[in-house]
């Protein structure tokens, strides 16, 4: 059954599920946000992407900050950039509005760092393809994401084992957010580079009984068919 408008979740938020579940409520059920240099650094690369609204290079489209929904999947989020490349068959080629041709889509998400293997990267990506795919009724088979120090593109093909391990963590992700409970800490060297370092208080609050709360919530997610 389709997703109303007010249940969408927002792909940015299987990043932070990926990359702590704590994180992911803190930002998404709790409304907690800070900045640092990191989250600085990432929003001017998105800025940059941004920066041209459309451009045409021959026989290469480019659009940025389009809106993505699925109502299948249940999701909601914006891409840096979507590249459509013509081709002469439909299919996989679609019609775009007041351009002739065939175009096939090509999804990119501008990450700062080096190249590197992110599997949140990834999955967001696979994300905005899912999405892609149901908006404009046709199959994105890759995409890239661009990495700003390396100045690297890094292709991820969406294959089916990547597109099972999104739609896993989708519903996981939902099944968290539902739930409306906030995992407590597991303090790791990546705490550290955190935003939330601060506010999430890894190191003090660790000593609490974490064990107790995941079985309470696979507990209360499980009677609710959630998981």
């Known amino acids: 059954m389709p997703f109303s408008e007010e249940d969408l979740i927002p792909i940015s938020a299987l990043q932070h599920y990926l990359y702590c579940t704590r994180r992911a409520a803190l930002v998404h059920t709790e409304r907690l946000w800070h900045e640092n240099i990191a989250t600085t650094e990432g929003q001017v690369a998105h800025e940059r992407a941004h920066e041209a609204l459309h451009e045409s290079r021959g026989n290469l489209r480019i659009r940025t900050g389009l809106i993505l929904r699925s109502y299948l999947l249940g999701l909601v989020g914006k891409t840096d950039v979507v590249e459509f490349y013509r081709t002469t068959t439909s299919p996989p080629g679609i019609s775009l509005h007041r351009i002739s041709g065939f175009w096939i889509p090509y999804p990119v998400e501008y990450k700062k760092g080096v190249l590197r293997r992110e599997e949140g990267y990834e999955i967001q990506l696979c994300a905005q393809a899912l999405c892609l795919e149901e908006m404009l009724e046709t199959s994105v088979l890759e995409g890239s994401l661009y990495w700003g120090t390396s100045r690297r593109r890094q292709k991820i093909e969406f294959t089916q084992e990547l597109r099972k391990r999104t739609m896993r963590n989708i519903e996981s992700l939902r099944g ?41 919530f696979f507990e209360k997610g499980s009677e609710e068919g959630l998981l």
């Open 176 to 216: 968290l957010l539902q739930s409306g409970e906030t995992p407590p800490p597991l303090f790791s060297k990546k705490c550290k580079a955190c935003s939330l370092y601060e506010i999430c208080m890894p190191k003090t609050l660790e000593k609490r009984d974490v064990a107790l709360y995941w079985e309470k």
